[in-house]
Nanobody, 121 residues
Framework: QVQLVESGGGLVQAGGSLRLSCTAS????????MGWFRQAPGKEREFVAA????????FYTKSLKGRFTVSRDNAKNTVYLQMNSLKPEDTAVYYC??????????????WGQGTQVTVSS
């Protein structure tokens, strides 16, 4: 069983930055790929970024690559999402998830509770 807790969300002006963190319980953190997803009001949850267990491969939804960066520190059981040049359309609840390295929600077995990111114009 893996429990995930996100933090770092908040209110930021357009053009600003935030770094989200997701800390996992359990000793199998490094064996799991970690993904970030987001869900805006009235919209489906969508893939943002993912990183595999050994930190060698990352991938992003095309529209966000260049502004968002995913990383992880296996010694701290933590995955990060650095978000730069934020736009109002980035406003959403951001979730981290553990599972298979994929952009598909169904490949992730464990989910955090989400952290709200609000970008004002």
């Amino acid at each position: 069983q893996v429990q995930l807790v996100e933090s770092g969300g908040g209110l930021v002006q357009a053009g600003g930055s935030l770094r989200l963190s997701c800390t996992a319980s359990g000793r199998t953190f490094s064996s799991n790929a970690m993904g970030w997803f987001r869900q805006a009001p009235g919209k489906e949850r969508e893939f943002v970024a993912a990183i595999n267990g050994n930190n060698e491969n990352t991938f992003y939804t095309k529209s966000l690559k260049g502004r968002f960066t995913v990383s992880r520190d296996n010694a701290k059981n933590t995955v990060y999402l650095q978000m730069n040049s934020l736009k109002p359309e980035d406003t959403a609840v951001y979730y981290c998830a553990a599972g298979k390295s994929s952009s598909y929600l169904g490949d992730y077995n464990y989910w955090g509770q989400g952290t709200q990111v609000t970008v004002s114009s």
